[in-house]
């Protein structure tokens, strides 16, 4: 994201107390008065978004610790460190501290705004400005002080170009017109991006790139408000591959970057339906790496921003929540989420509601599938062997599908699978299977060079050492072996 330069001198405290109260006196959210004290002031949405409250670091602080108490509360120098902290993989620093999403989540419950709201800094905050540069200048001709009445006119108008919508960057130098046929390749690269993630090619760096050129667009080219969502919302969708690319590599703080530039393209594009599927996948990337109680936080704010999308999308975010519920080991809410999600996909597939482009994949073998991943790990997680030995079975009928299907279109998923259910029938004492699962990803590996199909094909060979002594399962260890020796993991 491109930087910004700051809109003259900081305001005092007095004028921002004056800003909220006017603003708020002519029918301004917090969340617009926000925006406008983010792009004057230069900070992040999360620092705004107090300061159009009228709290203190301290009152966040005091108002958090009294609906989530804790034996370490929160002050408000915890408070000072989120506001100041400049995103994942941004320079240590003694002033930050990186919130967790747990934080974030009860914070937007604070703030009464939604997580993608907090994780806005002051360059898309800061598209309003461009609009209101001529005023600004007027303004603050007068004297350095500037005149109370000709800032208050300033920055209500600026309440009203704030809230228009995803607005270009008047500052950058010019770019050209956004024409439908743009808008066309656009939106066919953003396909095709898709489609690379699908077959496992390896295009991150491509990927990442094309994300890039449309922030560009947005921020120097000129088109209708129109054009501008559908610019955001193929942003959005790009930054959400490439999160999922990222991750899939193992490089976690990469991915969560594009997750949250992606969060903030779905806001700009007021997508709904886009916003919970990647907050689903920020969800499952928390599950995946050892954070269950962020991941079931983030589940659910997914689901939240799902309840107005079609049916077919909200069954795929209630699948992906299934992993969340899975990590922490509770088989109760794991069962409620895994019916929900089957009883929408049916419930869509007797609707003719249509689905985003993006959620192309949705089908009875895909939800299948990420349900029989969930219910390996709670396998895991279930210390009695009858309810264990039941999950197993379950899982590998629901893997089978996506694992055991030669698929070109979706080699990454086919390798991923057929790992889970090698894993499944290894871990129900199933070696003959477990042999045919292992193989089937072994065909695939190679073309999908996938880190997180590889560390998944090492836990296969841990749970196929010493499961049998017959040939077959000792000749695919030896595969394993010289595969995962050219690999990093």
Not at 84 to 107: A, F, H, K
Not at 123 to 143: F, N, Q, W, Y
Not at 228 to 246: D, E, K, P, V
Request: proline share 5%.
């Amino acid at each position: 994201m491109s930087t910004t330069q700051r809109l003259g001198r900081a305001y005092a405290t007095r004028e921002i107390d004056e800003l909220r109260r006017s603003m708020a006196a002519h029918g301004a959210s917090p969340l617009q008065i926000a925006a406008v004290i983010s792009a004057i002031q230069q900070v992040p949405l999360r620092a705004a978004l107090r300061l159009a409250l009228g709290l203190t670091q301290q009152a966040v602080a005091d108002l958090y610790n009294q609906r989530w108490p804790s034996t370490r509360p929160k002050t408000g120098k915890n408070v000072g460190y989120w506001e100041q902290w400049q995103g994942p993989g941004s320079p240590p620093s003694t002033s930050t501290r990186e919130p967790s999403y747990t934080d974030l989540l009860r914070l937007a419950d604070l703030y009464d705004c939604r997580l993608e709201d907090l994780l806005t800094g002051p360059p898309l905050a800061a598209e309003a400005v461009g609009a209101i540069r001529a005023i600004t200048d007027e303004a603050s001709a007068g004297s350095d002080e500037g005149d109370i009445t000709k800032r208050r006119t300033l920055l209500q108008s600026g309440l009203y170009a704030a809230a228009a919508g995803f607005l270009p960057d008047a500052r950058t130098e010019p770019g050209g017109r956004v024409t439908v046929p743009v808008l066309d390749l656009v939106a066919t690269t953003v396909r095709h991006a898709q489609r690379l993630d699908d077959r496992g090619s390896g295009a991150r760096a491509y990927v990442a790139d094309q994300a890039s050129v449309v922030d560009r667009m947005l921020r120097r080219d000129t088109y209708d408000t129109a054009t501008g969502q559908a610019l955001a919302a193929c942003l959005a969708q790009l930054s959400q591959t490439t999160g999922f690319m990222f991750y899939d590599a193992g490089l976690d703080p990469g991915a969560r970057r594009w997750y949250q530039a992606g969060l903030r393209a779905a806001k700009a594009a007021d997508d709904a339906p886009l916003t919970a599927s990647i907050l689903s996948l920020m969800s499952n990337q928390a599950a995946g790496t050892g954070n269950p109680a962020e991941a079931i936080d983030l589940a659910d704010a997914a689901r939240r921003s799902a309840r107005s999308a079609p049916p077919l999308v909200r069954s795929l975010i209630a699948a992906r929540a299934c992993l969340a519920h899975a990590a922490d080991g509770d088989t109760d809410t794991f069962n409620r989420t895994r019916d929900d999600a089957f009883t929408l996909f049916n419930l869509g597939m007797d609707h003719t509601e249509p689905v985003p482009s993006w959620a192309y994949y949705i089908s009875e073998t895909e939800l299948e599938a990420i349900v029989g991943r969930g219910m390996v790990t709670l396998a895991r997680r279930t210390s009695s062997t009858r309810p264990q030995q039941g999950l197993l079975q379950d899982a590998t009928r629901l893997l089978a599908g996506r694992a055991l299907t030669d698929d070109p279109d979706y080699d990454r998923s086919g390798l991923r699978h057929s790992a889970w259910l090698a894993l499944a029938h290894a871990r129900a004492r199933e070696p003959e299977r477990a042999v045919l699962a292992t193989r089937a990803a072994l065909r695939r590996a190679p073309s999908v060079r996938s880190l997180r199909g590889d560390q998944l094909l090492r836990s296969v060979r841990g749970e196929l050492a010493g499961l049998s002594d017959k040939r077959e399962v000792g000749d695919t260890t030896r595969m394993l072996d010289q595969y995962l020796s050219s690999t990093s993991v």
